[in-house]
């Protein structure tokens, strides 16, 4: 396992519960308001990991994901991008504790500082709290990441389509993370970034309800050029 450090971010970014203090509370908050079992479960069946694959996961906080992944497929090339150091060191920590090897990147996700050409590309939960000009250079990063015929799978806060989702998502996400970053999401942002960014297949697998309102997973490919 390597973490590799990279110059400190200029620019701001929200802790995992967005608040520096929270992060140690992280995982238990995400397992207890978020069926995390449920809907992480989704999203590595929406991923499919293979042997050998290279993948790249955007804002990799605590390294939940990359556990997830790496139990299943052990062999996979994982590389995780999130410019929080607190948080990634708690990833490499949970990783070692596995036993799992994985790379971490401490930094914001920019397609040219990879220095592989990724498979598919993931983010879980992170989109949501970042404003939205944000949410669109991360995605359009993202499609310049990966090669024609590439995937990306995105496990986030997603359209709140009732009057209950809306109020849970405003009592706890917005609560904690901000209304100007989240509202966004809950308005049903992330398909439209992906199409405007060039993908294509744009689509909403499932939604699951949760406490803390839905979670959707979505997944986009990057069309092959034109013959």
């Not at 069926?35 to 939940?64: C, Q, Y």
């Not at 150091?85 to 490499?92: I, L």
């Not at 060039?198 to 034109?226: C, H, M, N």
Request: hydrophobic residues 45%.
């Amino acid at each position: 396992m390597r973490l590799e450090a990279m110059p400190p971010p200029a620019r701001a970014y929200t802790p995992p519960l967005g608040h520096k203090i929270l992060t140690p509370f992280y995982d238990l908050a995400i397992g207890l308001l978020t069926r995390e079992g449920v809907w992480r479960k989704v999203l590595i069946e929406n991923i499919a990991p293979n042997d050998g694959e290279r993948i790249v996961d955007v804002g990799s906080g605590t390294g939940s994901l990359a556990v997830a992944l790496l139990s299943r497929v052990p062999h996979l090339q994982y590389l995780g991008v999130d410019p929080d150091a607190d948080a990634t060191e708690r990833a490499t920590a949970k990783l070692a504790a596995e036993g799992l090897r994985a790379e971490f990147n401490v930094g914001f996700f920019e397609a040219d500082n990879l220095a592989g050409i990724p498979n598919k590309i993931v983010s879980s939960l992170v989109l949501h709290q970042v404003p939205l000009m944000e949410k669109r250079r991360i995605i359009e990063n993202m499609y310049a990441a990966l090669p024609a015929n590439g995937t990306v799978h995105i496990a986030d806060y997603g359209e709140q389509t009732s009057v209950l989702a809306r109020a849970l998502f405003r009592m706890t996400v917005q609560a904690l993370d901000g209304i100007d970053n989240t509202q966004s999401n809950a308005e049903g942002v992330i398909p439209e970034l992906l199409s405007a960014a060039g993908f294509s297949d744009v689509s909403e697998r499932s939604r699951i309800w949760t406490l803390t309102g839905t979670i959707s997973i979505y997944q986009a490919r990057k069309r092959a050029p034109s013959p």
